[in-house]
């Protein structure tokens, strides 16, 4: 059985990945950790947009998480909108957050599962 990324995630990619996610402050360049980050089962989504601001889904709850980013080196810290913060490590292109492992998905596999997306 194939699991995709929820409609929504999917689309959520396909924007920032196209340009489409418009900045709601100036931004010079996106930073390189910006895409779709999912946990291999997929039931974690992390989109980490090019304004800073990121949408967590967990399972079938799509933007169960929202707020902003910064990324200091492969250090990641997360606030999101009602003030809770967390953080996280990007190592040889995996980010562990919060006990988790997250894998970047291509732009090109979104909508795929994320064990097929290698």
Known sequence: M??????????LASALM????????????PH???????TSDGHVR???????????ARGRRESAYRGRYTV??????YVDDTG???DGTFVDGVLHHGGM????VPADAVGVSPRDAG
Do not use: K, M, Q, S
């Open 2 to 11: 194939t699991h995709r990324t929820p409609v929504r995630a999917a689309a």
């Open 18 to 29: 196209a340009g489409a996610v418009t900045a709601a402050e100036p931004v010079t360049a």
């Open 32 to 38: 390189p950790y910006v895409g779709l980050w999912v």
């Open 46 to 56: 992390h989109a980490l947009l090019p304004n800073g601001r990121y949408d967590e």
């Open 72 to 77: 200091t080196g492969t250090h990641i810290d």
């Open 84 to 86: 809770f913060t967390a």
């Open 101 to 104: 492992v997250l894998r970047r």
